[in-house]
């Protein structure tokens, strides 16, 4: 972006301004002289003055402007943070969508897509194809558009094909050029991707920060970069010190309108171009490599997958993509991702940590689960401290003991479990870690009912339990009273304003609205949300109640044969056993549950408050298409669906005439198979019989009906 010789010219300039006063004449030249320095110290990480030198030089800039305003520009470096407050962030369309990545983990993987890449394009299976491999950032993916060399808009992913418009917070990322001389290069209007991150260090200390003033600490470098980019304030999104790195130019238009992306060559070529225009870009063989072949590429994901670790930004694999960019041209891409690029994901990553305690929590059915309490561990960008140890069972049959040093990871990036213990490491302190024999709460004794895993409090009335039933009722599944969460009911019983389900539609906003951290504005969408899940179908009321082995789907079915909740008092266990798929266990709970009184006059309470009991249409049963193609078929989806979610994808399944299993078995006709998709596909396969299809094929087949 410099010579030698600009740089040392802008170098003695600023020595020269740093040592005598400025007129307004040297304005532009500040300026040159400012943004020169950030490049130097945001992109080049090489800054060749102070710190307090560069400051000197920006209160200069800032005493010129306050005192002539008539001079201050759009792209000055003063103006990166505006003073204007964002209530919220309109929804923009991107310019082209903003696709996902399809994911590999292994060299098979990669090695059976460059053999696809070769088939889609007819290119002979002998003949190397030429890839570029970067990171893959961990954080905040954002679209900028430039037009007449400004930044005009910047945007988060959102959907892919819509994001939300947060300008003014990009502006305050100082990586983020407010100005690139594209027209130079013959373009007007251009669009480009990138990651927002935020360093490791820069998080501790961000973190240190927040400590010190009793906030909340974020979760991971990325939870930081994703939330700085949604602060109202731009002044806060500033305070994250945030970074932008560019890896992809999305649109090339010229004064006609007319796109020139096939005047860039190739993805190294492109990263070069916005590194020549002060972009933060992968710096060539340090952070990213042109390989030669597909071997050269595994090759390298796997030795970044073990320095990983050494790298001063989250990464949770490698970025593949064909450098040619007329071959991605000829490639294409699917509704979900471009055939021309993959993801190379790292390994799951795991620690050894020193078990401390074991904590048994009551759910809200009575489970007791026990929750490892151990020494907190980083694992791939989150600090784990507790870990479900899930039942009696699995404490012995990995003879886990108190004190003992466990081997944990996180699969996929997700939950973390104990692989094992370290008994090689033992001390004769260990102890036997024992199962209580009555509740930790209430001090019920513990029942455990045949053919369960789980001890689990008989006691209905426990307050775990009662909580845990609050919880489960207004969350998204079951009532889906949004805004309500768990902190709020824990908050609210503890005030004594919640004790039963009743209490959620008997809330005083007015005392809401006076607690610390809410407010009138706060209180009124409380209110206005449960108003709204009054209304739910009964489907939903059903699930809400906690009512033990009665999920989503059984919910439906019964929803859909009764005229009100209450007809449900009436019914034998025929009545509930001649619906298809509803069994006699789910049929005994929900009878024994309307045959107590006070579970009678609790849902009477609530249709008093305006709960609705009588079915809705949405509690009907589907209308199934005539001759529908999936007609007798039983469905099953795993893994993450990326175009539509699993709930619609399961009712256009229905519409087809599908019926939607919940696990994989020699009956299953047809499983769709999302990313991550597991240990579901992996039985699948080994069945043989089962109809596998992508989340591709399953789109095209509702699209072809």
Known sequence: MYDKSQELDLYNTSKFFLANEITIEDVEKLRTIIRYHEWKYYIQNDPVISDREYDQLYKKLEAIENAHPELITPDSPTQRVSDDLTSDFPSVEHLTPM???????????????????????????????????????????????????????????????????????????????????????????????????????VFQQVNAEREAEGLTLFANPRNAATGGLRMKDARETAKRQMEAFMYQIGVLLNKEGESKLNEVKTQSGSISMLAQLGFKVPKAEQEFKICAD????????????????????????????????????????????????????????QATSKLLNVEFQVGKIGSITPVAKIEPVALAGVTVSSISLHNEEFIKSKDIRLGDTVLVERAGDVIPYIVKTMETLRDGSEQVIEFPKNCPVCQ?????????????????????QVVQRMIHHVSKNAMDIDGFGKSYIERFHQLGWLNNLSDIYTLEYEKIATLEG?????????????????????????????IHHLGQKASKLIAAEINHVLDLQHWTLEDFTHIKDIGPVVAENVIAFFQIPENIALLKKMESLGVNLHQTNEDKPKAIQKNAPLSGKTILFTGTLQSISRKEAQEKAEALGAKNASAVSSKLDILVVGEKAGSKLKKAQEIGTIQILTEEDFINMIQQN
């Not at 945007?155 to 305050?172: D, F």
């Not at 004794?445 to 426990?462: D, F, G, Q, S, T």
Request: hydrophobic share 40%; proline share 4%.
């Open 99 to 201: 696709l996902s990545l399809a994911n590999s983990y292994n060299a098979e993987d990669l090695l059976e897509w460059d053999e696809q890449i070769k088939r889609v394009a007819s290119i002979d299976a002998a003949t190397p194809i030429e890839y570029v491999v970067e990171p893959k950032f961990d954080g905040g993916s954002i679209a900028l558009i430039y037009e007449n060399d400004y930044l005009v808009r910047a945007a988060t992913r959102g959907n892919g094909k819509e994001g939300e418009e947060m300008t003014k917070n990009a502006r305050s990322i100082p990586s983020i050029p407010l100005t690139a001389n594209f027209s130079k290069l013959g373009y007007h209007k251009v669009e480009i991707r990138g990651e927002v991150l935020i360093k490791k260090a």
């Open 444 to 464: 019920t004794i513990l029942v455990k009912p045949e053919n369960e895993a789980a001890w689990r409090c008989p006691n209905y009335n426990c307050e775990a």
């Open 518 to 546: 809410f407010g009138k504005k706060s209180a009124e969408n409380l209110k206005a949300a449960i108003e709204k899940a009054k209304k739910n179908p009964i489907h939903r009321l059903l699930h809400s109640l906690s």
């Open 294 to 349: 597909i071997q050269s590429v595994i090759d390298y994901c796997l030795a970044w997958q073990e320095k990983r670790d050494t790298y001063e930004y989250e990464v949770d694999g490698m970025v593949v993509k064909v450098n040619d960019l007329a071959l991605q041209q000829r490639l294409g891409v699917t509704s979900h991702h471009p055939r021309w690029a993959i993801a190379f994901k790292f390994r799951a990553k």
